[in-house]
């Protein structure tokens, strides 16, 4: 596939480990820029549409790439966000950042195992897993090739990640009190 969104479209890649604040920054984006701006979250595709478990192949990469692609052609900027391991999702998110038209920026979340165990014992789902099974989803640094991602780390508070990313991205947010 070649030639996705235009010009004038967005895409953002958030990656990170379970509990880094990649689903709490991408839904700030989304309250901060208001409509016209898709989220695209690995974990509801994976498990709530598709109802499976993240293996090399799943059909949840395909689909996180056709329904980016549609949203982009559709004129929506695009945030992807997800654990997204490199080794999983590297080709795919590499192929759709190389073929969108417009400005594509990818951050990895790089926040200590012991920060996102806090911040996960805070979840509605903190009940669902535990440090167990985040010990098994780990991986230390989990970049993708080429330099492609700006690192953010837990010294950034989710509105500077916010900002950030508004900001490399050329998006404007919406005026305090208005909502998109």
């Given at each position: 596939m070649a030639g996705t969104g235009s010009a004038s479209t967005r895409l953002v890649v958030i990656r990170g480990n379970s509990g880094s604040g990649k689903s709490s920054i991408a839904r700030a984006l989304r309250e901060a820029y208001g409509r016209g701006l898709a989220v695209i979250e690995q974990d509801y595709v994976r498990r709530v549409v598709l109802k499976e478990k993240d293996r090399p192949g799943a059909a949840n990469i395909g689909l996180i790439d056709l329904m980016a692609r549609h949203a982009l052609d559709a004129g929506f900027h695009v945030v992807v966000e997800g654990i997204l391991y490199a080794d999983r999702y590297g080709?795919?998110?590499?192929?759709?950042?190389?073929?969108?038209?417009?400005?594509?920026?990818?951050?990895?979340?790089?926040?200590?195992?012991?920060?996102?165990?806090?911040?996960?014992?805070?979840?509605?789902?903190?009940?669902?897993?535990?440090?167990?099974?985040?010990?098994?989803?780990?991986?230390?640094?989990?970049?993708?090739?080429?330099?492609?991602?700006?690192?953010?780390?837990?010294?950034?508070?989710?509105?500077?990640?916010?900002a950030r990313i508004l900001d490399d991205c050329c998006l404007t947010a919406l005026p305090p009190g208005q909502s998109g």
């Open positions: 080709d795919m998110l590499t192929s759709l950042m190389r073929d969108h038209r417009g400005l594509s920026r990818c951050y990895y979340l790089d926040i200590p195992f012991a920060v996102t165990l806090e911040r996960h014992a805070t979840k509605p789902v903190a009940d669902e897993f535990g440090e167990a099974q985040m010990r098994e989803w780990w991986r230390p640094r989990d970049l993708l090739p080429g330099g492609a991602e700006t690192v953010i780390d837990e010294h950034s508070s989710i509105a500077q990640a916010v």
